[in-house]
């Protein structure tokens, strides 16, 4: 028997003994709580309305989220169309232009009509300027840039709907300022009676009427309103 190297140490990886193997767990099957710190499945979270079903906490969550918890299945496709779809590829943008002249009413087989008696525009829309302040909130809580509106107005012969559009709608970008939004600019559609695409010259969205046969210009009321405008 030989005696050389019988008790010479060779070196072993290091085991502790509680150290398991790690599992493979996939992505996204546990969320840890921000109170409490306990792992919890993601399914429990989503069942409780994203409450902690371990200390109660109110977990943040997306607008996705919340969309799909506040509307039923479907019902919500033409926010997700014309904003969410387009987020990622906009949201690190230093601005965002907004465009708005009234409201959709969305039910579970998509677009509503018009309410019953709701006041009409030239375009068809609802007379609806509160659209403005409801939009940028709601654009507000997803894309964190300033914001531009670029476009708002009303079609309409009366330009005494046009001065209530203008007020009600400045008084809701006011309000967003005031809240902390960062809302930068107002701009006006448009400054003259335009030709509106296929609709031709029967828009009047101006706050200058233009005689076709003689290219004068009318200022409206609604122009020196806006001018001299004053919450």
């Not at 019988?6 to 398991?20: C, G, M, T, Y």
């Not at 998509?110 to 829309?125: H, K, S, W």
Request: charged content about 25%; overall charge negative.
């Amino acid at each position: 028997m030989h005696l050389k190297g019988l008790f010479k140490k060779e070196n072993q990886p290091v085991r502790h003994q509680n150290q398991a193997e790690a599992p493979n767990v996939p992505d996204g099957l546990y969320t840890k709580c921000e109170s409490c710190h306990e792992m919890i499945l993601t399914e429990d979270f989503t069942q409780n309305a994203y409450v902690c079903p371990k200390c109660g906490h109110y977990m943040k969550i997306g607008a996705y989220e919340r969309i799909k918890m506040v509307f039923d299945a479907q019902t919500f496709e033409e926010w997700d169309e014309e904003f969410m779809h387009y987020l990622p590829y906009i949201k690190d943008d230093d601005f965002l232009g907004v465009q708005n002249y009234t409201r959709s009413l969305i039910g579970a087989d998509g677009q509503l009509p018009n309410p019953d008696g709701a006041e009409l525009t030239q375009m068809n829309y609802e007379f609806y300027p509160e659209a403005l302040e409801h939009v940028l909130r709601k654009v507000a809580k997803d894309f964190h840039g300033d914001l531009y509106v670029t476009e708002n107005g009303i079609a309409t012969a009366d330009d005494t709907r046009r001065v209530a559009f203008i007020d009600t709608a400045l008084k809701g970008i006011v309000s967003c300022i005031n809240d902390g939004l960062p809302v930068k600019s107002y701009f006006h559609w448009s400054l003259l009676d335009n030709f509106e695409w296929q609709k031709g010259y029967s828009m009047t969205f101006g706050l200058i009427a233009v005689d076709r046969s003689t290219q004068t210009r009318h200022p409206k009321e609604s122009l020196s309103f806006l001018g001299h405008w004053n919450q």
